[in-house]
């Protein structure tokens, strides 16, 4: 068909410029009544709450600060029967010490999980913002237990929470509200070189991770295909000394004969755009290639299979390009940390799952890039048409791993829920890689099953196989169609991110997958450099 041009401008909405004001984070060991700011929150446990039988804290920390306010911290936590519950808060406007407020922040149980500590940065940033606070400063009341490793990952998954926490996607209102934080300091974690380097880390993290955020909440009429291709060409600018960036046209993915891909974009007005960024290390030197395919959907309809009912979400289906985001972020983060010794492709294939007389019909046989044919028995299972001309195209580009992320099957939310996303790969190794990789970052994965004899019903009496399966193991099938189109000699993961992608509670993206991705690719860059050391 003839494509329009691009109709990025529908219903007049511009995206206004986000002023978020940089926020300088400093690691210090000072004591906790001596710090002067505007806000002063500690992380307690239920265990940190406890009181003896004159209802004196048992926590030397907070008996200290109890002591300093004339037992009013003792008091005001009873009072508001505040025990340290994990979600639990509480912000006190005291007389007695130089910071204006205090904030108790519950961690639950006895606790080292990164996420609780990402999760009190949130909370603590969000304090910050509906306070107005310019200067706070974070402590843990119990830090003492913590070896210098995890005191570190504590640092970073804190400096992480309070970004994301007092970061809000203002762009499309009338009326932003302005951030007043500009500075953040960890106290009681240690100081010097390596902490200083955890911080920027989280930073460079951060900025992915938000870059992430604003791409999925972008509505469809502001980001199409080419719009998403200009981000990724605004990446590779913007890092031009390790990233470049190829853009393939409808022509160009006719002669790889990606009719899978082409055959979902048929149907919209906005041509789809094939995005690929290469990644190459300041040095030159390369160990691993890897690559890291993004989903891509701007807008899925659903096609002639069109998202019908209360329960099809179709209002949401901006944020079907969520892999693509957390692909997208990723590359934003690396361009600006630069590991070693590792070559990275970042690949989209980025188009619309629409309704038109040139569309995709129930019934019609596409032909991938790699020669197979694949009978379309349900034009709302369009993702894994486009991914697969997208792991054929990664397969070619000579890379030793794959991993796809994906908002593929509503069963791996059935199955999995809204914060956990499905890991589906043959690959123990890799498995064993990335999700390590998780834990550090505290995104849930979880590792499903790859049943072949579920295989069945993936296949087509006309064709090599069709792109639906039963409906039971929804999203097993859908990842077995996916390896359909992966080399054997690659070491390949999909990850369906359906649930997490997405908070219904704050009616916006999470920015799901970026931490995990960049952690992931940063353990193989070490591994590269121990071995350059050796």
Not at 186 to 212: H, P
Request: aromatic share 6%; charged share 20%.
């Amino acid at each position: 068909m003839a494509y329009s041009i691009a109709r990025e401008t529908l219903g007049l909405t511009q995206p206004g410029q986000i002023d978020t004001p940089e926020i300088l984070f400093a690691a210090k060991e000072i004591d906790l009544v001596e710090w002067k700011g505007d806000m002063l929150a500690v992380g307690v446990t239920e265990k940190d709450m406890a009181k003896n039988e004159n209802l004196k804290f048992k926590n030397s920390t907070l008996l200290k600060l109890d002591s300093e306010l004339g037992g009013l911290l003792s008091e005001a936590s009873s009072e508001e029967d505040f025990t340290g519950k994990a979600g639990q808060s509480t912000v006190l406007r005291l007389p007695g010490l130089d910071s204006k407020r205090i904030g108790l922040i519950g961690l639950g149980s006895i606790t080292s999980a990164i996420a609780s500590y990402r999760s009190l940065g949130e909370a603590v940033g969000e304090a910050a913002k509906t306070a107005n606070s310019s200067k706070i400063a974070i402590a843990l009341a119990s830090s003492e237990g913590l070896s210098a490793e995890s005191k570190l990952a504590t640092a970073s998954a804190l400096a992480t929470g309070v970004v994301l926490g007092t970061y809000e996607d203002n762009r499309f209102k009338s009326e932003p509200k302005k951030s007043t934080l500009k500075s953040v300091d960890i106290l009681g974690l240690g100081t010097g070189s390596e902490i200083d380097k955890k911080l920027k880390y989280a930073e460079d993290v951060c900025s992915g991770i938000i870059f992430g955020k604003e791409l999925v909440n972008a509505p469809a009429n502001v980001l199409t295909p080419g719009i998403l291709a200009g981000e990724a060409m605004r990446i590779a600018s913007e890092y031009s000394d390790v990233f470049t960036a190829t853009i393939l046209d409808v022509e160009q993915c006719k002669q790889l004969k990606m009719g899978s891909y082409l055959g979902v974009a048929a149907a919209s007005a906005n041509p789809p755009h094939f995005i690929h960024l290469c990644y190459k290390p300041p040095g030159g030197a390369v160990n691993t290639k890897l690559a890291l395919v993004g989903k891509g959907l701007t807008f899925d309809s659903g096609g002639y299979n069109i998202k019908t009912g209360p329960l099809c979400s179709i209002e949401l289906m901006k944020f079907d390009m969520g892999g693509s985001a957390a692909v997208l972020g990723a590359a934003k983060s690396l361009g600006q940390i630069k590991p070693a010794g590792v070559e990275v492709h970042f690949i989209v294939a980025a188009c619309e799952n629409m309704i038109s007389g040139t569309g995709m019909r129930p019934g019609d046989i596409v032909t991938a890039s790699n020669g197979k044919t694949i009978e379309v028995n349900n034009t709302d299972a369009e993702g894994r048409l486009t991914l697969a001309d997208a792991l054929v195209y990664s397969c070619n580009q000579g890379v030793e791993k794959i991993v796809d992320l994906a908002t593929l099957t509503g069963a791996c939310v059935v199955a999995l829920g809204p914060s956990i996303a499905g890991v589906f790969t043959p690959s123990d190794e890799l498995a064993k890689e990335v999700l390590a990789a998780s834990e550090v970052t505290g995104e849930k994965l979880w590792r499903m099953p790859m049943e072949e004899s579920y295989w069945e019903s993936m296949k087509s009496g006309v064709a090599d196989m069709v792109n639906t399966g039963a409906r039971q193991g929804g999203a097993i099938n859908a990842a077995l169609f996916l390896k359909q189109f992966v080399d054997e000699k690659v070491q390949w993961m999909h990850i369906d991110m359906a649930g997490p992608v997405w908070n219904d509670k704050n009616k916006s993206a999470t920015g799901f997958g970026v931490a995990t991705i960049v952690e992931w690719v940063l353990k193989i860059s070490s591994q590269f450099q121990c071995q350059r050391c050796c």
